[in-house]
């Protein structure tokens, strides 16, 4: 038996008992890093379809600042009316995606403070969301004791469920950008975006 033969042989023999040193880990119930379980998907789930999907690429950017220590401040960046067509009674789910060209900070310059988006559907927070409870929010950057001002690109979905009052209504939709001044710095805070993308998938079950 040559050299190679003797290599190969002992490669084989090596992968053999790992093998089955697996099997061995798996039977005794121990999980294994390649070990992977089926569970079956909870009942509460609903199946929904698709019914259409918008997009607006059209905002030209927006900016929020706000001049005291821990003030809040926010600016429009897309308002859509979507319509749910079902009958009057019956219920859509709108899946909301915002991306975007985003920065915050510190109106002075020193410190780094919290951007935000707010969502409203109808004229109150999407349920089930999930955004904050205290705005509707969702932090994109938190505050930093660095004042920085990088560019950078964000993104962030919501689930808003909507009932018709009548067949086909339209239900407005509104996406702001913002700032949370959490340092306690006088100056305030800002928030800013450039280029921007909105897409919103209306579903019904």
Not at 43 to 61: C, E, I, M, N, P
Not at 88 to 95: H, K, L, S, V
Request: glycine share 10%.
């Amino acid at each position: 038996m040559n050299a190679s033969h003797t290599k190969f042989v002992a490669v084989a023999l090596l992968f053999g008992v790992t093998v089955i040193a697996s099997a061995r880990v798996r039977e005794s119930g121990v999980p294994t890093p390649f070990a992977f379980e089926q569970t079956a998907a909870p009942s509460a789930l609903v199946k929904h379809v698709l019914k259409g999907t918008y997009f607006d690429v059209r905002s030209t950017g927006a900016s929020a600042s706000c001049g005291t220590a821990n003030c809040s401040a926010f600016a429009p960046l897309f308002m859509e009316n979507i319509v749910c067509p079902k009958v009057a009674g019956a219920a859509c789910t709108y899946e909301i995606t915002i991306q975007s060209q985003n920065r915050a900070g510190s109106n002075d310059g020193t410190l780094g403070e919290e951007g935000v988006y707010q969502f409203f559907v109808d004229g109150a927070a999407p349920n089930p969301g999930p955004v904050s409870a205290s705005c509707a929010c969702y932090a994109w950057s938190g505050g930093s004791q660095k004042f920085s001002l990088p560019i950078r690109g964000t993104s962030y979905a919501v689930t808003a469920t909507v009932t018709n009052a009548t067949a086909n209504q339209a239900h407005s939709i509104a996406v702001n950008i913002g700032c949370n001044e959490i340092q306690g710095n006088a100056s305030g805070c800002f928030a800013g975006s450039g280029f921007a993308n909105l897409s919103i998938a209306v579903y019904a079950p």
